[in-house]
């Protein structure tokens, strides 16, 4: 099916945009979008396949909005890395048109003005919720249309349930609002249409047909009946069989697996083939993207050298615990045809638009807390094999399972390929999410009594989905914890915040965070420039800690041991003692980082890569600046050390370069190097000329001249 190229029905200066991007038709779809009026004021459920043009028919209904200035527009996206995609993609096509694009990041208790000054804001679920607890009345008084980028992902267990109360509360304060939810997959898209009083635009029409099918001893056999021997490839792997076999046709190809072990591995077993077809030009290019990544923040581990290989050979693999710019570097050169083959795991399936020709996806199953290796959703496999194709560049596309014997491959098509996926259920009746939700709407002042909270909480997905079920006595249940921790007052209905409630909601940490911190604060006389105070740390909801091994035994018990008056307080909390080591193994990470332990040999020595120590970094100095603002808030003294500890765990220095790491574009490496050569401190960087500064290791002339600049200021 060719694309329709009727544009009579456009107003003029939504065409010319369309011709200056270099779009002249559109896809049926987008052409069916606009018959019924997306342009409209009318809410719109937009459930079509990946690259069937989604993301344009928004585009077009924010354009159209803008140029009549009617409003902001306000496009909401899971994850940081769509929205960083989504901020250069729009402001590659819209900046000439003097429309400003706007990007929130950064801590969550912060409001940078100059966002609400932009015509277009990209923000996550999480950044919006936490705009909306700073009052930021400008947010919601000045938009006009709010985007949903993957709205199925209300469903999702971590970040739905903020996804579905800031939907809920810009459409309370703005009914007028327009909506528009995009999703590949929604099996219930028509029960979200309701609840949004939407219209329901549901298509199958993808630009490149999908060939779904299971491999099997040499053969692909598909959905639609036909079959690709690959004998002739003779390769015993069949990952890498199958990723050969799609490279010598011109694709590319993107292969899920379960863990991060597993993309390494597989990664580095495929290189081995891979580098035999590539030419001369080719190996160069790789090579120097190679010399990129290698210098890329961070330190040279284990794993960025492993990486460094399997991209030379055309191959990489994608993962947590690789850095934003890593992965970044990664995902560039896939899109430009570079590197070949990404080996993943299913997160990326809804990050970053990556598609390939050919989508191979061996594991099938995933660890769930408590529950072991379960298999993957209907819905996540269709995101997953919703990357094959690419529509610059392919005809058809091609997801193919992997199957281990004739039954399952019987299975794998009829639990997989021929199924619909699950539909998309609320998690917001789970109390611990209902409380943390309740109380920013309380403190922001959005809601002011116990009967404007129900009725609120009436107007969520869950309420729609549950029939209206009667969340009252948990509501009241929450309230009155609230109120007993002295979060919120009470007066006969009335809700009024508190100083304490108020300041945990603009921090974003869990209120039950905030109890513990309290309590430790003022009743344990924590010592706050001592491991016990990264101990409690790891006590909170809001951290994530390391996982406990039988091999960790011979590593972590003797450093318990060494410290273990300063986590003598633990017994408060009445852990078991495998959750304790599994805590003091996070303290021990975090206080060898914090004496500048290098990263290849925390890497090595806790079994993480060094994605993996940035997360638990900025969680840990997140929660310890939570903390100093509850020891602030609570007439605490002494807080100084706290302060210090903070910038120390920020940047992973002992306490000698604090003073340097202020300097902006100076890390750990750098300050280290500076304190070798002698400059100490400011002053001594004051008095050093610019040729000597700029000898020093890892500083050269740029960074020198940087110094320098940056030194009036102090």
Same mark, same amino acid.
């Given at each position: 099916?060719?694309?329709?190229?009727?544009?009579?029905?456009?107003?003029?200066?939504?065409?010319?945009?369309?011709?200056?991007?270099?779009?002249?038709?559109?896809?049926?779809?987008?052409?069916?979008?606009? *018959?019924?009026?997306?342009?409209?004021?009318?809410?719109?459920?937009?459930?079509?396949?990946?690259?069937?043009?989604?993301?344009?028919? +928004?585009?077009?209904?924010?354009?159209?909005?803008?140029?009549?200035?009617?409003?902001?527009?306000?496009?909401?996206?899971?994850?940081?890395?769509?929205?960083?995609?989504?901020?250069?993609?729009?402001?590659?096509?819209?900046?000439?048109?003097?429309?400003?694009?706007?990007?929130?990041?950064?801590?969550?208790?912060?409001?940078?003005?100059?966002?609400?000054?932009?015509?277009?804001?990209?923000?996550?679920?999480?950044?919006?919720?936490?705009?909306?607890?700073?009052?930021?009345?400008?947010?919601?008084?000045?938009?006009?249309?709010?985007?949903?980028?993957?709205?199925?992902?209300?469903?999702?267990?971590?970040?739905?349930?903020?996804?579905?109360?800031?939907?809920?509360?810009?459409?309370?304060?703005?009914?007028?609002?327009?909506?528009?939810?995009?999703?590949?997959?929604?099996? *219930?898209?028509?029960?979200?249409?309701?609840?949004?009083?939407?219209?329901?635009?549901?298509?199958?029409?993808?630009?490149?047909?999908?060939?779904?099918?299971?491999?099997?001893?040499?053969?692909?056999?598909?959905?639609?009946?036909?079959?690709?021997?690959? +004998?002739?490839?003779?390769?015993?792997?069949? /990952?890498?069989?199958?990723?050969?076999?799609?490279? %010598?046709?011109?694709?590319?190809?993107?292969?899920?697996?379960?863990?991060?072990?597993?993309?390494?591995?597989?990664?580095?077993?495929?290189?081995?083939? /891979?580098?035999?077809?590539?030419?001369?030009?080719?190996? =160069?290019?790789?090579?120097?993207?190679?010399?990129?990544?290698?210098?890329?923040?961070?330190?040279?581990?284990?794993?960025?050298? $492993?990486?460094?290989?399997?991209?030379?050979?055309?191959?990489?693999? #994608?993962? +947590?615990?690789?850095?934003?710019?890593?992965?970044?570097?990664?995902?560039?050169?896939?899109?430009?045809?570079?590197?070949?083959?990404?080996?993943?795991?299913?997160?990326?399936?809804?990050?970053?638009?990556?598609?390939?020709?050919?989508?191979?996806?061996?594991?099938?199953?995933?660890?769930?807390?408590?529950?072991?290796?379960?298999?993957?959703?209907? %819905?996540?496999?269709?995101?997953?094999?919703?990357?094959?194709?690419?529509?610059?560049?392919?005809?058809?596309?091609?997801?193919?399972?992997?199957?281990?014997?004739?039954?399952?491959?019987?299975?794998?098509?009829?639990?997989?390929?021929?199924?619909?996926?699950?539909?998309? *259920?609320? *998690?917001?009746?789970?109390?611990?999410?209902?409380?943390? #939700?309740?109380?920013?709407?309380?403190?922001?002042?959005?809601?002011?009594?116990?009967?404007?909270?129900?009725?609120?909480?009436?107007?969520?997905?869950?309420?729609?989905?549950?029939?209206?079920?009667?969340?009252?006595?948990?509501?009241?249940?929450?309230?009155?914890?609230?109120?007993?921790?002295?979060?919120?007052?009470?007066?006969?209905?009335?809700?009024?915040?508190?100083?304490?409630?108020?300041?945990?909601?603009?921090?974003?940490?869990?209120?039950?965070?905030?109890?513990?911190? =309290?309590?430790?604060?003022?009743?344990?006389?924590?010592?706050?420039?001592?491991?016990?105070? %990264?101990?409690?740390?790891?006590?909170?909801?809001?951290?994530?800690?390391?996982?406990?091994?039988?091999?960790?035994?011979?590593?972590?018990?003797?450093?318990?041991?060494?410290?273990? $008056?300063?986590?003598?307080?633990?017994?408060?909390?009445?852990?078991?003692?495998? &959750? #304790?080591?599994?805590?003091?193994?996070?303290?021990?990470?975090?206080?060898?980082?914090?004496?500048?332990?290098?990263?290849?040999?925390?890497?090595?020595?806790?079994?993480?890569?060094?994605?993996?120590?940035?997360?638990?970094?900025? &969680?840990?100095?997140?929660?310890?600046?939570?903390?100093?603002?509850?020891?602030?808030?609570?007439?605490?003294?002494?807080?100084?050390?706290?302060?210090?500890?903070?910038?120390?765990?920020?940047?992973?220095?002992?306490?000698? %370069?604090?003073?340097?790491?202020?300097?902006?574009?100076?890390?750990? /490496?750098?300050?280290?190097?500076?304190?070798?050569?002698?400059?100490?401190?400011?002053?001594?960087?004051?008095?050093?000329?610019?040729?000597?500064?700029?000898? &020093?290791?890892?500083?050269?002339?740029?960074?020198?001249?940087?110094?320098?600049?940056?030194? +009036?200021?102090?």
């Amino acid at each position: 099916m060719h694309p329709n190229s009727d544009f009579k029905n456009l107003p003029k200066d939504i065409a010319a945009v369309l011709d200056k991007i270099g779009i002249t038709s559109l896809y049926p779809p987008q052409q069916e979008a606009l *018959n019924k009026g997306v342009l409209t004021d009318k809410n719109f459920i937009l459930s079509m396949p990946t690259a069937s043009g989604k993301t344009l028919i +928004a585009e077009l209904a924010m354009l159209k909005i803008l140029f009549e200035k009617k409003g902001k527009c306000l496009y909401v996206v899971p994850l940081r890395a769509l929205a960083t995609e989504k901020f250069e993609e729009f402001q590659d096509k819209y900046s000439y048109l003097g429309i400003k694009i706007g990007i929130a990041s950064g801590d969550f208790d912060k409001v940078d003005p100059a966002f609400f000054q932009k015509d277009i804001l990209i923000a996550t679920s999480e950044k919006v919720d936490s705009l909306l607890r700073q009052n930021a009345l400008s947010l919601c008084s000045s938009l006009a249309c709010l985007v949903l980028d993957e709205i199925h992902l209300i469903g999702d267990e971590h970040r739905g349930a903020t996804l579905e109360i800031i939907t809920t509360r810009l459409l309370s304060i703005n009914p007028a609002l327009k909506v528009l939810g995009l999703s590949a997959t929604i099996a *219930n898209a028509s029960s979200l249409a309701k609840w949004l009083n939407a219209e329901l635009l549901y298509s199958s029409w993808r630009p490149v047909v999908l060939k779904e099918g299971v491999y099997y001893q040499g053969e692909i056999k598909f959905a639609d009946g036909s079959t690709r021997n690959l +004998a002739q490839i003779d390769i015993s792997d069949d /990952i890498a069989k199958l990723a050969v076999d799609c490279i %010598l046709d011109k694709g590319q190809v993107l292969v899920f697996v379960t863990t991060r072990k597993s993309a390494q591995a597989e990664a580095r077993r495929i290189a081995k083939q /891979i580098a035999l077809s590539l030419d001369v030009q080719e190996k =160069r290019n790789l090579n120097q993207i190679a010399k990129k990544l290698e210098d890329t923040k961070g330190e040279t581990t284990k794993l960025l050298k $492993q990486l460094s290989e399997c991209i030379r050979c055309g191959v990489s693999f #994608h993962h +947590a615990g690789l850095n934003h710019l890593q992965r970044k570097l990664i995902e560039d050169n896939f899109k430009n045809n570079l590197i070949k083959v990404i080996c993943a795991t299913p997160t990326l399936a809804v990050g970053v638009n990556l598609p390939s020709r050919r989508t191979i996806i061996r594991g099938l199953y995933r660890y769930a807390l408590g529950r072991g290796m379960q298999p993957v959703s209907v %819905l996540d496999y269709k995101q997953m094999s919703g990357r094959a194709g690419r529509p610059k560049y392919d005809t058809f596309g091609e997801a193919i399972l992997v199957a281990k014997s004739e039954q399952e491959r019987s299975d794998l098509f009829c639990d997989f390929i021929f199924a619909e996926p699950e539909p998309v *259920n609320s *998690n917001l009746g789970n109390e611990n999410t209902l409380r943390f #939700h309740l109380l920013a709407a309380i403190a922001s002042g959005f809601i002011a009594s116990i009967s404007g909270a129900i009725s609120f909480i009436k107007k969520t997905f869950f309420c729609h989905q549950e029939n209206n079920v009667d969340m009252t006595g948990l509501i009241e249940g929450i309230i009155e914890f609230l109120e007993i921790e002295e979060m919120i007052s009470k007066k006969a209905d009335k809700l009024v915040p508190t100083a304490f409630g108020t300041r945990i909601s603009r921090l974003y940490i869990n209120p039950i965070t905030a109890v513990i911190i =309290r309590n430790c604060l003022e009743n344990l006389q924590i010592k706050l420039e001592t491991l016990s105070i %990264l101990y409690l740390v790891t006590i909170v909801p809001d951290m994530t800690n390391l996982n406990l091994k039988k091999s960790d035994l011979e590593l972590i018990l003797p450093f318990a041991d060494t410290y273990k $008056q300063e986590f003598e307080f633990a017994q408060v909390f009445g852990a078991d003692y495998s &959750t #304790h080591l599994a805590r003091i193994k996070t303290v021990y990470l975090i206080s060898r980082w914090v004496e500048e332990e290098k990263e290849e040999l925390l890497c090595n020595t806790f079994d993480i890569g060094p994605g993996d120590i940035y997360r638990l970094i900025d &969680t840990a100095e997140w929660i310890l600046y939570a903390t100093a603002q509850l020891a602030e808030l609570f007439g605490r003294k002494r807080i100084k050390p706290l302060q210090e500890l903070i910038t120390r765990v920020r940047y992973g220095v002992k306490p000698e %370069l604090l003073e340097l790491v202020n300097l902006k574009g100076i890390g750990r /490496i750098r300050a280290r190097n500076l304190f070798r050569r002698g400059y100490k401190t400011i002053t001594d960087l004051k008095s050093a000329s610019l040729t000597e500064l700029a000898k &020093t290791s890892n500083i050269g002339k740029e960074t020198a001249q940087n110094i320098k600049a940056q030194l +009036a200021n102090f």
